[in-house]
């Protein structure tokens, strides 16, 4: 079995920065593809950032420019840090990885449950 656990949302104002955290836990044999996805209410789930195994980011237009994905394999940490944060970006932020687990090699998509973000002044 594998968690993600995200931590670091809160309220910050326009123009500062934020930092989310996502670590898996548990029987993780190896990761593949991370990411971050958010929801507001009344709108569907929708694509922030992914990052490869090796390294190679995406990002929805929204963000690029302003928020940045990295990733610690070692720690099966994932994170999002985000710098001059708009009030649209003001949703629950979700974490997912792709992973397999000591007992199956097969990769599965993992989520975390969620974290609140909202940029106001």
């Known amino acids: 079995q594998v968690q993600l656990v995200e931590s670091g949302g809160g309220l910050v104002q326009p123009g500062g920065s934020l930092r989310l955290s996502c670590a898996g836990s548990?029987?993780?044999?190896?990761?593949?593809?991370a990411g971050w996805h958010r929801q507001v209410p009344g709108k569907q789930r929708e694509f922030v950032a992914l990052i490869a195994s090796g390294g190679i980011t995406n990002y929805a237009a929204s963000v690029k420019g302003r928020f940045n994905i990295s990733r610690d394999n070692a720690k099966n940490t994932v994170y999002l840090q985000m710098s001059s944060p708009k009030p649209d970006d003001t949703a629950v932020y979700y974490c997912?990885?792709?992973?397999?687990?000591?007992?199956?090699?097969?990769?599965?998509?993992?989520w975390g449950q969620g974290i609140q973000v909202t940029v106001s002044s």
């Open positions: 548990g029987s993780i044999g190896s990761t593949t593809s």
């Open positions: 997912c990885m792709f992973a397999n687990t000591t007992d199956d090699p097969r990769p599965l998509l993992y």
